[in-house]
């Protein structure tokens, strides 16, 4: 295996000045799954420590992650089971709990969702972020362990832990999704559902596009002002990848209207979620884009009424945690029954139901 | 107690009053925007700009 031994060597002075040239070697990819840096988790850890640190006007931006781990919450609903140990993978604000200590909006003399739970491990790496509402009185009504990770991508519970594992909004800033995904699989006991929703696709597609015509016309170049998401096709991948079965993946449009570009960038600030990008251009956007992009932003997306949309394109993703009485499909070449046959022998045709 | 204005506010308010030349900056980019190179637009953002600077100055 990984055996390997380190001796004390220490080259004689003659040996240490050979010159680079001739101590030439291989470029080695190191073994396991390459690395892929995209965003800076330092960065986006400040970038959330700070936008909690303003409790009111990090509670003013909740609107859009209450509303998806809302409708995250109604998915885990559809499931007829009981969880009794469940992971919130990075939490944020708890808005997960927060929304399973209401009824469901279909039902709303059921009771709360948390019913269906026994306990939630609250899972993020930003402290304030994550006791931002530890006062609130939602935190009685459902028992919640808060636990800060030390990093984001590395998960420090035991395998077969848990009976279901949510995600709500903050995969999208993960460097190395397959690793990921793959640790949760590994922490779900058998037959467990990974319930997860993420921005992705062409999510903020208005802002984007404003700010690169913006500064093609005002600098001449591009620079990097939103983060590259994944896809909805890459996610069936990602999970197949990751061991899961059964997988379920759904897009989910919610456009957010706002008075003007300035505001739909102070509550991304206000979300913790600017850029972090790595390789980005350091300092604020200069005023002449800015000026450039509101108005580029008004014509080519905004609004009869003057407002201007702000899509965010949810995908969730549900999969199964292999398990021994799980329904799996039949092995290839274990048909013994013709489609053709039976089609034939019930409509006496060629399958086109005559009416 | 007064509240403190962030500079983003105070710019984003001076913007605001300069919608018509906005518009019309706007509307010379988003004619051709498959070809957008530098100062594509430069009168028009010019105008926009004296506008806002006129206008951050008033305030």
């Known amino acids: 295996m990984n055996s390997f031994r380190i001796r004390a060597f220490i080259p004689s002075p003659s040996l240490r000045i050979i010159p680079l040239r001739t101590s030439r070697g291989y470029a080695v990819q190191a073994p396991g799954a390459p690395t892929l840096e995209i965003f800076n988790r330092q960065t986006k850890w400040l970038q959330k420590e700070r936008a909690a640190s303003d409790v009111e006007g990090s509670r003013n931006v909740d609107y859009l992650r209450n509303e998806v781990a809302s409708r995250l919450c109604e998915r885990l609903l559809d499931i007829n089971r009981h969880f009794p140990e469940v992971l919130d993978l990075g939490a944020n604000a708890c808005n997960i709990a927060r929304m399973l200590t209401l009824p469901s909006p279909e039902s709303p003399d059921a009771g709360p969702r948390a019913n269906r739970i026994s306990n939630l491990t609250a899972a993020e790496s930003s402290r304030s972020l994550l006791y931002r509402d530890e006062d609130l009185e939602f935190n009685n009504e459902i028992s919640i362990i808060r636990d800060v990770l030390t990093t984001s991508e590395t998960l420090p519970y035991d395998p077969n832990t848990f009976d279901a594992v949510l995600s709500s909004l903050s995969m999208h800033w993960t460097n190395d999704l397959p690793s990921v995904l793959a640790q949760v699989n590994n922490i779900l006991k058998p037959d467990s559902p990974f319930l997860g929703v993420m921005i992705g696709g062409d999510s903020l597609f208005e802002l984007r596009t404003s700010l690169q015509l913006a500064e093609q016309d005002r600098r001449g170049g591009v620079s990097t002002h939103t983060s590259p998401l994944a896809d909805v096709r890459d996610i069936g991948g990602l999970l197949q990848k990751a061991g899961f079965n059964l997988l379920t993946v759904d897009v989910d449009d919610i456009v957010v209207d706002f008075p003007d570009s300035f505001a739909l960038m102070r509550d991304l600030q206000a979300m913790g979620e600017s850029n972090a990008v790595l390789g980005r251009e350091m300092g604020a956007i200069q005023r002449d884009v800015l000026l450039a992009a509101e108005g580029i932003y008004r014509e080519l997306h905004g609004n009869e009424d003057g407002s201007i949309p702000a899509t965010f394109r949810l995908i969730y993703m549900i999969g199964w945690k292999d398990g021994p009485n799980q329904a799996k499909p039949l092995p290839r070449g274990s048909g013994m029954v013709s489609i053709k046959d039976v089609l034939e022998s019930q409509e006496g045709g060629s399958g086109d139901q005559k009416k | ?59």
């Open chain 2, 1 to 59: 107690m007064p509240t403190k204005t962030r500079p983003i506010e105070k710019f984003a308010s001076a913007v605001a009053k300069c919608s018509a030349e906005g518009s019309v900056y706007g509307k010379c980019i988003v004619a051709d925007y498959n070809n957008v190179h530098k100062d594509k637009c430069l009168a028009e953002f010019l105008r926009l700009k004296e506008c806002y600077l006129a206008a951050y100055k008033k305030r």
